[in-house]
């Protein structure tokens, strides 16, 4: 996405008021600190020479946030060397240090989105005895190889075992229930996106903070950052975003999912911002100060209301996603691409996909994508063998597109893609089950993805055998695909 320097200035006013706004519902973050986990993200050169690289690690890097001026209600535990080391496991180490130096002055706990504070607690579980031990003895792990980040980190660690020992008697109890306010008692609040794809984290966080309140502060994306929550305290059900018009010119395209679309003898007809009317849905349009023309962002939108003038807007969910863990976004068409591409494997043992769809499991973390697929063996004694289908499952993380890819090598946001062989006739009664609770016959099509309860369980049911991807999938931040 183009930008300019300028746009930067336009981000910034935005972030100054997101803490005014919060200040109204929660007093008193002026007098503690954020523990937020916030990285940096590879970055390349586009082959006329342009910087290409995340949106936050331009915002990161920027001068606007290296410089910042000291302001009571944003301080963080992170020192910037740690947000801005490129090693992810180095950052992510000395980020959760410094957040449990500090545990009694955090005030809010968070991540950009809930993949990523969830991935956080996955961290700490995993390394809590090496982080007691540097606690302890006031030094830091020798993992951690940045000079810059070892250099700030000596200035900050102390000796601490009475620490060391409260880390070690919670972290090694068997249940982590409740453990953001157990370790950091004085929490207020998560600071987390739990709306769109991300609303399906919310029960692995109330679970690890207690059910602590979830405030989705802004609405922002990488082509324009548009608005923010002016009730960022309410349920992520009921969050609506108050549309800045100064961030870009904004358009909305009538959104009806039954229509056959648009055709070049009826085109579409764009509302603007003050003729958008409550209840109805719109896929946002805009044209930025950077370049962009009505570009259609993908976001369906449903308006729920106005502030002052202005209109509010809840997010229903990005058009034509089926599949996202964290950053990532994977349409039907890409999905059936991999599929298509991860089959050709089965044709020397004369099998073919017959059937499949699809789910992204959360509960592990980080999560992963599964792949259900109901198979036709012609040849039962030449069937394909485990190794074969975790081929598969490796030919279809090819597949995707870079940024899932960058998930998976680079970020280890994502797991390793998961393929579930059902028995046959497992599809047909997930047909059955549809037409049992009113679906037309004639019009029924496989869902290219689930979340209904009861048919996963139904699927789960008829798993005859799983299989994981062996191995990391190509990815390089040279270059983009």
Known sequence: MPTIKEELDRRQLLYSLLMPVMNLYVPGLDKGKGLYFLFVKSETR???????????????????????????????????????????????YTQMLCGLQDRHQVLRVGAVFASGLLRAIRFLQLNWQQLSQDIETGTLNQKVTDPSLRECM?????????????????????????????????????????????????????????????????????????????NPMCKPSEVSYTIMPNMAYFEFLPHDPNSAGFTRDSPPKLVDLVDVEIGKEYELVITTYAGLCRYRVG???????????????????????LLSIDSDK?????????????????????????????????????????????LLVKDAANSPTDDVLKQCCLAMEES???????GRVADNSIGPLEIRVVRNGTFEELMDYAISRGASINQYKVPRCVNFTPIMELLDSRVVSTHFSPALPHWTPERRR
């Open 46 to 92: 586009t082959p006329g020479g342009l910087l290409a690289r995340p949106v936050l690690t331009s915002y990161y890097k920027s001068e606007h946030f290296k410089t910042r001026p000291y302001d009571p209600y944003n301080v963080y535990t992170s020192p910037n060397e740690a947000i801005l080391c490129p090693d992810s496991f180095q950052s992510m």
């Open 400 to 406: 995707m597109n870079s940024v899932y890819r960058q």
């Open 330 to 374: 994977t349409d039907e068409a890409e999905l059936q691409k991999a599929v298509e591409n991860a089959s050709r494997l089965l044709r020397e043992f004369n099998t073919s996909v017959v059937e499949y769809t699809s789910y992204a499991d959360t509960k592990t973390i980080p999560g992963h994508y599964v792949i259900y697929w109901e």
């Open 299 to 321: 976001d369906i939108l449903r308006v729920t209301g106005f502030h002052n003038s202005a209109p509010q807007f809840h997010f229903v969910r990005r058009k034509n996603v």
């Open 154 to 230: 000596g200035k900050i660690l102390k000796p601490d075992p009475e620490l060391a020992r409260f880390v070690r008697h919670e972290c090694s109890k068997e249940s982590w229930e409740g453990i953001i306010t157990r370790i950091w008692p004085n929490t207020k609040y998560l600071d987390v996106i739990v709306t769109g794809a991300m609303a399906q984290y919310i029960p692995t966080l109330d679970y690890y903070s207690g059910g602590l309140p979830k405030a989705c502060t802004m609405y922002a994306s990488s082509e324009c950052y548009f608005g923010l929550n002016l």
